[in-house]
């Protein structure tokens, strides 16, 4: 079975801190990908990476950054967190194209920013 | 733009069928999965339909029309454990995947 782990199941920060979210898979995906998750509202994409150090921009990536330093490891980074980023964060993976290119979530970190 | 729709909620009885549709309009096709979400989990997969048709597991069928951009979710035989959120999600011409808003199902007893 995938398993996708995420470092924390519940974080609250405070507004203009750093805020970093891990997220590891143990299934050699080549995808990664990181997604907020809003009530009436679709998943929506931030970033995702098709390789190590690669990393491309989703629909609403203003105010994060990521980094995949390793294949497994792909990490969310917000640099000033404010309220408007308080949110559901999903991390997910994906083999490859197709129906392998199902993407297997992370129990998700839900985010507070006071 | 692209946009994927389906009813924000619907109710339905144990032991009864229900069908959660989905219509889409995206740049290009390739494929449709459908997920399911209980509350404060993770999305989880449950089905994928590329070509025309019924694909069908177990109590869940999942059925796809390209040329009407329209797929609808089938259950069969509800169980309380179904009670959740089932997203639809459409993958674009760029391998992207576009995401409904989700449709909350609520079984009663």
Redesign the interface.
Known sequence: DVKVTQSSRYLVKRTGEKVFLECVQDMDHENMFWYRQDPGLGLRLIYFSYDVKMKEKGDIPEGYSVSREKKERFSLILESASTNQTSMYLCASSLGQGETDTQYFGPGTRLTVL | GQN?DQP?EMTATEGAIVQINCTYQTSGF??L?WYQQHA??????LS?N?LDGLEEKGRFSSFLSRSKGYSYLLLKELQMKDSASY?C?V?DSN????????TKLIIKP
């Open positions: 994927i924000t390739n494929g999965f404060g989990e993770a999305p989880t997969f994928y590329v997203l999600a993958m391998y992207q995947l576009i995401w409904g808003a989700g």
